[in-house]
């Protein structure tokens, strides 16, 4: 079954500090790799996406690393701010057209002042 | 315009009521979603449409019944529910040709059946 695995369940960091979640897949068949944000009440917001053709995509204080090879990938946050906690949902689809997104469980992370 | 609109926000009904969601995009996409979302999990897939069509039903009870009118309206009609079914409901919408770009989500419609 397709899955992919996040960790931690749950992070909690300083202001200024750099929070990392680590997801890993088994499927290589997947082929777009998007980070989502969650605030409470709300939808997911798209983040951050990677493809397997690059190693590592920055937008602003976030970053994917992607290792193809290990078939895991991460997202940290450069200079975390109390505005940062909410929920992060690594994700993994294939294909074109109109294509279903494998969540990973999520990790809730708390920056403190 | 780059929003998944949904209504209501937030929904109460009894176990008898008859209600509808709904979903509403401008961007041109082509594919529509709607997941389901408990507390503290992932969403889950419940229907997909693609270019007006059904394509995906992950197997959801028939009290769930999804609409899609028009490339831009995705309607999900509850009929019966159980208190189980009370979660955040949401819609999400992707362009639904050529390469995977991901998805746009709605807010969430807040469901709680009593």
């Known amino acids: 079954q397709q899955q992919v695995k996040q960790s931690p369940q749950s992070l909690i960091v300083q202001k200024g500090g750099i929070p990392i979640i680590n997801c890993a897949y088994e499927n290589t068949a997947f082929d777009y790799f998007p980070w989502y944000q969650q605030f409470p009440g709300k939808g997911p917001a798209l983040l951050i996406a990677?493809?397997?053709?690059?190693s590592e995509k920055k937008e602003g204080r976030f970053t994917i690393s992607f290792n193809k090879s290990a078939k895991q990938f991460s997202l940290h946050i450069m200079d975390s701010q109390p505005g940062d906690s909410a929920t992060y949902f690594c994700?993994?689809?294939?294909?074109?057209?109109?294509?279903?997104?494998?969540f990973g469980k999520g990790t809730m992370l708390l920056v403190s002042p | 315009d780059t929003e998944v609109t949904q209504t209501p926000k937030h929904l109460v009904m009894g176990m008898t009521n008859k209600k509808s969601l709904k979903c509403e995009q401008h961007?041109?996409?082509?594919?529509m979603y709607w997941y389901k979302q408990k507390a503290k999990k992932p969403p889950e897939l419940m229907f997909v449409?693609?270019?007006?069509?059904?394509?995906i039903n992950e197997s959801v009870p028939s009290r769930f019944s999804p609409e899609c009118p028009n490339s831009s309206l995705l309607n999900l009609h509850l009929h019966a529910l159980q208190p189980e079914d009370s979660a955040l409901y949401l819609c999400?919408?992707?362009?639904?040709?050529?390469?995977?770009?991901?998805?746009?989500f709605g807010s969430g419609t807040r469901l709680t059946v009593v």
């Open positions: 990677i493809r397997p053709d690059v």
């Open positions: 999400a919408s992707s362009q639904g040709q050529g390469m995977n770009y991901g998805y746009t």
């Open positions: 994700a993994a689809s294939q294909g074109s057209g109109y294509s279903t997104l494998t």
């Open positions: 449409y693609s270019y007006e069509k059904l394509s």
């Open positions: 961007m041109g996409h082509r594919a």
